[in-house]
T-cell receptor, first 117, second 116 residues
Framework: GAVVSQHPSRVICKSGTSVKIECRSL??????MFWYRQFPKQSLMLMAT?????????EQGVEKDKFLINHASLTLSTLTVTSAHPEDSSFYIC?????????????FGEGSRLTVL | AQTVTQSQPEMSVQEAETVTLSCTYD???????LFWYKQPPSRQMILVIR??????QNATENRFSVNFQKAAKSFSLKISDSQLGDAAMYFC?????????????FGKGTKLTVNP
C-alpha cells in the first residue's frame, strides 16, 4: 500500500516554543491530507483538513492560530504547534488519500508524539 | 452528522480462536465507505479491511471478514484463527461517499487482547 511518513516521531520542547511536524506521501500525490490528535487510550480526533495550495479547513474548536497547517506541495503537509503548552502534549497523526484510488481509503503516518515541558 | 459506535471497549480471544468486534453507525446517506483500522502498540494505523456501501457482498481479507448489514447500519469485524500479532486497538471508521467529503469518522475503539 501507499506510504505516508511523519517526522519527527518524537519531540520534546519547552513551553512557549513552536514545533513543526512534517507529513509526506512517499509514493503518491495527495491533494488532501488530514491531521488528527489522539489522547491516551482514546480515539482519533480530526483537527483539520489540509488542502494543497489552499487554506486548511479546521474542525470546530481547533484554534487556527495555534495549529498552523501548510500544504505547499502534493507530497508534503506540515503542522506547526505554536507557543506550545503542556496541554498540547499529545500524539499527532497525519493521513493522506491516494487520489489514484477510488476506494477512499486513507493511509496513515507513523504518528508524532509531542511532549511539552 | 455521522456517528460511529463501538460498544466493546475491550475484547479478548484465545490464540487460534475466532472473535467478532462490533460496530454500528448512524447516517442518512446511501453512499459511503466503512473501514476497520488496526493500531498496534507502535501506534501506526493500519487498514485492515474496507467495505463500499453499494456492495452487498461482505468484504474479506484473508483471516479478516466483515458482516455488513446496511439496513441495520452494522459493520462487525470477524477475525478467524487469531494470532498474537492481532493484539491491538481496532477502530471502525466511516467516510461519506459524497465528493469533497473525505474525512473519516472514527469509533472509540476496541482493545483486542490475544491470549496464548
Amino acid at each position: 500500500g501507499a506510504v505516508v511518513s511523519q517526522h519527527p516521531s518524537r519531540v520534546i520542547c519547552k513551553s512557549g516554543t513552536s514545533v513543526k511536524i512534517e507529513c509526506r506521501s512517499l509514493d503518491f500525490q495527495a491533494t488532501t491530507m488530514f491531521w488528527y490528535r489522539q489522547f491516551p487510550k482514546q480515539s482519533l480526533m480530526l483537527m483539520a483538513t489540509s488542502n494543497e495550495g489552499s487554506k486548511a479547513t479546521y474542525e470546530q474548536g481547533v484554534e487556527k492560530d495555534k495549529f498552523l497547517i501548510n500544504h505547499a506541495s502534493l507530497t508534503l503537509s506540515t503542522l506547526t504547534v505554536t507557543s506550545a503548552h503542556p496541554e498540547d502534549s499529545s500524539f499527532y497523526i497525519c493521513s493522506a488519500r491516494d487520489g489514484g484510488l477510488i476506494t477512499g481509503e486513507l493511509f496513515f503516518g507513523e504518528g508524532s508524539r509531542l511532549t511539552v515541558l | 452528522a455521522q456517528t460511529v459506535t463501538q460498544s466493546q471497549p475491550e475484547m479478548s480471544v484465545q490464540e487460534a480462536e475466532t472473535v467478532t468486534l462490533s460496530c454500528t453507525y448512524d447516517t442518512s446517506e446511501s453512499d459511503y465507505y466503512l473501514f476497520w483500522y488496526k493500531q498496534p502498540p507502535s501506534r501506526q494505523m493500519i487498514l485492515v479491511i474496507r467495505q463500499e456501501a453499494y456492495k452487498q457482498q461482505n468484504a474479506t481479507e484473508n483471516r479478516f471478514s466483515v458482516n455488513f448489514q446496511k439496513a441495520a447500519k452494522s459493520f462487525s469485524l470477524k477475525i478467524s484463527d487469531s494470532q498474537l500479532g492481532d493484539a491491538a486497538m481496532y477502530f471502525c471508521a466511516y467516510r461519506s461517499g459524497q465528493g469533497g467529503s473525505e474525512k473519516l469518522v472514527f469509533g472509540k475503539g476496541t482493545k483486542l487482547t490475544v491470549n496464548p
